[in-house]
Structure formats: C-alpha cells, structure tokens
C-alpha cells in the first residue's frame, strides 16, 4: 500500500460553537471516523493537520475580512485548537499529527510538521519516508485548508483525491471555486 489519508483541522473552532465554526463541521468530524473505522486498513498512513497559533499576525483581526483575516481561532492550549471529540475513534489510527501555524497564517497541511525523534519534519518528507505516492484528504474547510493540502500535495506529486463527503466548506461559492481549482489542478474530487 502506498496510499495515505489526510484528515485537515477538524478542531473545535471549526465545528458548530466554535470561533470560526463551519456548518456541518461536527458531522464531519463522524463521518471520518466512520471513514477510518470501515476504509483504515485501505491506507498506509493516516495523518491529522491542525491549525496550532500562537500569534499569527494579521492572520487574526478583530474585523477580519474572511478571506486573509478572521477571528481568533486554534490558539494554542484553548479548547478551540483541540480536535473534535467525534474524531476521537479516527484519532486512534493518526500515525502523526502535523502542527501549522504559530507565527504565521498555514492554510496547507504542508506547512506543518511533526516530531520525529526530536527533530522536525513535514507533511511532504514525512510521506514520502513512508512511500507514499497517493492521498485522499478530508476535513475543513473545503474551500481554504483542504483546497490549499489537496493542491500542494499534488505539487508533491502525489496522486491526491479531495473525499468531497467528508469535507464542509465555509462559503457556497468559494467551495465551487475551490473545486474547480482542484480538478483543473488534477486532484479528483469524488
């Protein structure tokens, strides 16, 4: 198997109650855990990516644009920046978790890294020290983290399928943009 699943910042902020919540990001969170207990043995790999900000600059503004700035979210050692307990029986099957973030905005999965044996490593080396040459990705939001994951992995070169069913995007018509950039890109969106 040389296949991996990216599951992209199903955190609390991003879900219902939270500081930048997306509608149906909590259904998400369930249905990837449904995807992990029935599909996991179909992938080599499963990775989480969270949003991880200590202080990201004018990423965060008190009248955010919604579209390079928005409300305070994921700040570090806040409820916001957990992951949604419904995403707890997928999180049992996560090889790594990939930080992004602190200092600067990080919309892609790529920009983060993770600790291996004390040193730090990213999303792109990472897989590819496993073998990896196809992901799907999942989680929130459709139409920024996901679509910003989904295209560098495909610069990568890896064979990347956005699992549109598991994905909620924060606006109607920024998602059908973002999935056109997508498929033009040669991600399959299914």
């Known amino acids: 198997m040389s296949r991996a699943l990216i599951i992209v910042d199903v955190q609390h902020d991003f879900c219902e109650g939270g500081s930048l919540a997306v509608a149906g990001g909590t259904a998400v969170a369930t249905g990837i855990s449904r995807h992990v207990d029935e599909h996991g043995q179909e992938y080599a790999a499963v990775v989480a990516t969270a949003d991880w900000h200590v202080d990201p600059g004018e990423h965060w503004s008190e009248q955010p644009d919604y579209r390079t700035s928005w409300p305070v979210h994921c700040r570090v050692g806040t409820r916001g920046a957990d992951f949604r307990p419904e995403l707890d029986p997928a999180l049992a099957h996560v090889h790594a978790v ?85 498929r033009a890109a040669g991600v399959h969106v299914g």
């Open 98 to 182: 990939f930080r992004k973030g602190e200092h600067e905005a990080a919309y892609s999965g790529f920009e983060g890294s993770t600790d291996v044996h004390g040193t730090r490593v990213g999303l792109g080396q990472w897989l590819r020290e496993r073998g990896i040459s196809e992901v799907d990705v999942c989680g929130i939001a459709t139409d920024h983290c996901v679509r910003a994951t989904a295209l560098d992995a495909r610069r990568e070169g890896l064979d990347t399928t956005v699992l549109l069913d598991l994905c909620a995007g924060v606006d109607p018509r920024t998602t059908e943009d973002a999935l056109a950039e997508l």
